[in-house]
């Protein structure tokens, strides 16, 4: 059973549960049955998430209920100033950044912005922002090393828009220059993949010394999707696409791309959020420190050398 | 230059037969016809006169596919290129079915080892350091040993302070390799970041076509950009472009032209000036001591 239907399946239990509570019929052992169907209910839950597979961590890491970047920086920081615009063209809403405090030390936040509802969703065009978007980010992203500040990103993005306006003003330039800049950076940088890391629009953020990535959160070089239409002409393999892709917080822990990984409740992320966010904040309670205590160049070569050892390639072993 | 590479793809086919049985060599599926059809005004066209024109139509001027070893010849003083890293083999790391023996296929039809030729050489006699895609090898996309081979190239120029000119002519970051190759996106332009610091001249030349994490990352970030005609170049492609905005894509829409308009590339090279224009550049730029 796929986590989908076990959601299913579960719905259809609590409105049995709910169904039996409501008309309390004498003639039944309500007390029994109800924790039949609430032990049935938790097997359900829990087979579902003991076996989850990449594609049902891709439905999860995509659920609208999911907290967004904007509910990490609100239960994460404190006093978060945002701030606006590229100083060139445009705001871009789909990256939200600014200042904040993060247990007293002044910190720059950043992240890509998913909507809950449509209304949101087109504020923040789904989180896939345009160009300006992530020059917005270079250009926080340069103010936190003019005032020294650790700088923490949160990515969740389908990936970089892929419209007319974003090619026409330089969607390929923006990123590559994000990726260069972000490299040099004498400042710490974290990045954290929340749900969804997309593709080259995710990367523009994750040019960071560590990245950590939720246990349901993924990250690809393109969407399931995509990847089937482009290997398979068949964007319905999407499913098949998942397994092959290597995308999970396991898969990106194992290729050492990952340092950390955020263990997730059962459920929806949304009931008990407290608790990835408790280590989230004990693991930057950790480990700003330490790279606060690195000096600038430390900090580049240590990024440096990060990316450098990414894709083993053997000499002379054709 | 062209005999260099003959007696590599040799020697390669050498040692590949003593490694694995002999299997029956199929034709070749490149037509050795006397003619080429033309990809833009479709006209037939001598295959000789189109080679001496440099692969340009002379007809409409379309600048057809030039593939790496022949662009690396007509760009550098004969017998002056050395080539990097040309034995470099990367991983499965997705295990993907079919993978390894496609770059196999694909590196005996070639002669290549990988998408990107890299290598020291001299144009006009400025020692330079010259990375070369080849779309041939799966849309020229950008996997592990790619994004490594330009990496090192990169590296080494750094070191040695030589001017970079880097040919792109890619599909983008490879499938096949999964996030693997996405992160050569920043790997590779981390490597750019420190030839830069070092204040060294990079050009950008893009070619047919240059796309997804390819302009996403060292394509897009030359001092100077350079562009064949009519090229495309891009970050999303047109149809999913199409796609996600339902409407029809304005006329020369990611061509190289259109690209300038929009102020991301320098210049417009016609091939026939391709190498004068880099020697001007280089020289231009020329570093003493």
């Known amino acids: ?318 | 230059m062209e005999e260099l590479f003959q007696q590599r793809k040799e020697k390669l086919n050498l040692f590949k037969a003593l490694i694995r049985p002999p299997k029956p060599v199929k034709p070749k599926e490149v037509p050795t016809g006397l003619y080429t059809r033309c990809t833009d005004c479709g006209q037939d066209i001598l295959s000789e006169e189109l080679e001496q024109n440099l692969f340009v139509c002379p007809l409409c001027g379309a600048h057809m596919k030039l593939y790496a070893p022949k662009r690396i010849k007509m760009l550098v003083d004969e017998g002056s290129f050395r080539e990097m890293n040309e034995r470099l083999k990367g991983k499965n790391v997705l295990g993907f079915p079919g993978y390894n023996s496609k770059i196999d296929k694909l590196q005996r039809l070639t002669g290549l080892n990988e998408a990107v030729i890299t290598g020291i050489g001299k144009i006009e006699g400025v020692r330079t350091a010259i990375g070369v895609m080849d779309s041939r090898f799966i849309m020229g996309s950008m996997g592990a040993v790619v994004g490594e081979k330009i990496t090192r190239l990169v590296e080494y120029a750094t070191r040695k302070r030589l001017p970079l000119v880097l040919f792109s002519a890619s599909g983008g970051a490879r499938m096949q390799e999964g996030i693997i190759s996405l992160m050569q996106m920043a790997k590779t332009s981390n490597a750019i970041a420190r030839h830069h610091q070092a204040g060294l001249l990079y050009i950008s030349y893009m070619t047919h076509p240059t796309t997804g994490g390819v302009t996403a990352s060292f394509a897009s970030l030359g001092d100077i950009i350079l562009a064949e005609p009519k090229c495309l170049i891009g970050f999303a492609g047109q149809r999913v472009i199409e796609q996600t905005v339902n409407q029809k894509l304005p006329e020369g829409f990611q061509r190289a032209e259109f690209m300038q308009q929009q102020g991301f590339v320098d210049r417009v090279v016609e091939r026939k000036d391709m190498r004068s224009t880099l020697a001007f550049l280089l020289k231009f730029h020329r570093q003493e001591g």
């Open chain 1, 1 to 318: 059973m796929s986590l989908k239907e076990a959601e299913a399946r579960v719905k259809e239990l609590e409105s049995e549960i709910e169904q039996l509570l409501r008309h309390n019929d004498p003639n039944l052992d309500t007390d029994s049955i109800r924790h039949e169907l609430t032990r049935a209910r938790d097997k359900t839950l829990k087979e579902a998430y003991d076996n989850l597979t990449s594609y049902d961590r891709v439905y999860l890491a995509r659920k609208s209920t999911r907290p967004n970047a904007r509910d990490y920086i609100d239960a994460l920081f404190d006093h978060f100033f945002e701030l606006k615009g590229d100083r060139l063209a445009h705001e871009d809403a789909s990256i939200i950044g600014g200042l904040a405090y993060f247990c007293g030390v002044p910190v720059t936040v950043i992240g890509t912005v998913k909507g809950k509802s449509l209304e949101e969703n087109l504020t923040c065009n789904f989180g896939m922002p345009n160009p300006e978007g992530y020059r917005k980010a270079l250009r926080l992203m340069k103010q936190a090393e003019k005032f020294k500040r650790p700088i923490i990103t949160f990515i969740d993005t389908p990936g970089a828009y892929p419209g007319i306006a974003a090619e026409e003003h330089g969607q390929g330039e923006a990123i590559a220059r994000n990726l260069m800049e972000m490299g040099s950076l004498t400042v710490p940088v974290i990045a954290i993949v929340i749900g969804e890391g997309g593709s080259g629009g995710a990367l523009a953020l994750s040019v960071a010394n560590q990245i950590w990535m939720l246990e349901n959160a993924v990250y690809s070089i393109l969407s399931p999707e995509g990847f089937a239409a482009i290997l398979w002409k068949d964007r319905s393999r999407a499913q098949e696409a998942c397994e092959f892709m290597k995308l999970t917080a396991q898969d990106l822990y194992d290729f050492k791309i990952v340092e950390r990984i955020f263990s997730e409740p059962r459920g929806d992320l949304c009931d008990n959020a407290q608790i990835v966010y408790k280590q989230i904040k004990r693991a930057l309670q950790e480990t700003l420190p330490e790279l606060m205590h690195m000096t600038p160049k430390a900090l580049v070569e240590q990024r440096y050398k990060k990316f450098r050892t990414i894709g083993d390639c053997s000499d002379n072993a054709m």
